[in-house]
């Protein structure tokens, strides 16, 4: 089966201490990407990955960080996490970076107290 | 820089009715346009892909349609029921492949 695989779902941490969401596609896909959904503000591309070793800045990169090591991972780090990145985060990942359906994670529920 | 807007930001209707969601946006030079479902506190479900060479897609009870050359796209769902109750959202890449602007999506709500 076709999956996204987000890790944690759902996550409370304290201000400062460092954590990464890992996410996995078995799908063999080039392209991932992260995001976040806040409300009123809608969902906000944080980093995408064209293909293995090749990292792109999304609208709101700030306070984050990638790596693409390896085809089918795609971790967030967040090096000193604070109040303000408190939100819903999705992984995606499709074939290419333009031309073909996007899979969504489940999402992670991160709060940062 | 592209921008992608949804109107409206809710919608209610009995069931059974035929709808339209819309979204605009503002850089014509796009790849393509994909709408998305969303339940809550779940992930996104593709439900359309347009390629920017398109004019429209369907499946089952949904169409989409794209009109670069106005910026705007439509989804049009078919007979409504309640289980389509949800959000929509409509996507579009920004200047470079790989950069996917959402709009904010609209708010469904089919009653019984």
């Given at each position: ?30 392209y991932?990407s ?11 591309q944080?980093?995408y990955?064209m ?5 792109d800045?999304g609208d ?34 499709s074939?290419t970076g333009s031309g073909n359906?996007i ?11 | 820089k592209q921008e992608v ?20 946006f503002t850089d014509s030079a796009i790849y393509n346009l994909q ?14 892909l347009i390629q920017s ?15 670069k ?21 409509c996507a579009a890449y920004g200047g470079s492949q790989g950069n996917l602007i959402f ?10």
């Amino acid at each position: 089966e076709a999956q996204v695989t987000q890790n944690p779902r759902y996550l409370i941490t304290v201000t400062g201490k460092k954590l990464t969401v890992t996410c996995s596609q078995n799908m063999n896909h080039e392209y991932m990407s992260w995001y976040r959904q806040d409300p009123g503000l809608g969902l906000r591309q944080i980093y995408y990955s064209m293909n293995v070793e090749v990292t792109d800045k999304g609208d709101v990169p700030e306070g984050y960080k990638v790596s693409r090591k390896e085809k089918r991972n795609f971790p967030l780090i967040l090096e000193s996490p604070s109040p303000n990145q408190t939100s819903l985060y999705f992984c995606a990942s499709s074939l290419t970076g333009s031309g073909n359906t996007i899979y969504f994670g489940e999402g992670s529920w991160l709060t940062v107290v | 820089k592209q921008e992608v807007t949804q109107i409206p930001a809710a919608l209610s209707v009995p069931e059974g009715e035929n709808l339209v969601l819309n979204c605009s946006f503002t850089d014509s030079a796009i790849y393509n346009l994909q709408w998305f479902r969303q339940d809550p506190g779940k992930g996104l479900t593709s439900l359309l892909l347009i390629q920017s060479s398109q004019r429209e897609q369907t499946s089952g009870r949904l169409n989409a349609s794209l009109d670069k050359s106005s910026g705007r796209s439509t989804l049009y769902i078919a007979a409504s029921q309640p289980g389509d109750s949800a959000t929509y959202l409509c996507a579009a890449y920004g200047g470079s492949q790989g950069n996917l602007i959402f709009g904010k999506g609209t708010k469904l709500s089919v009653k019984p």
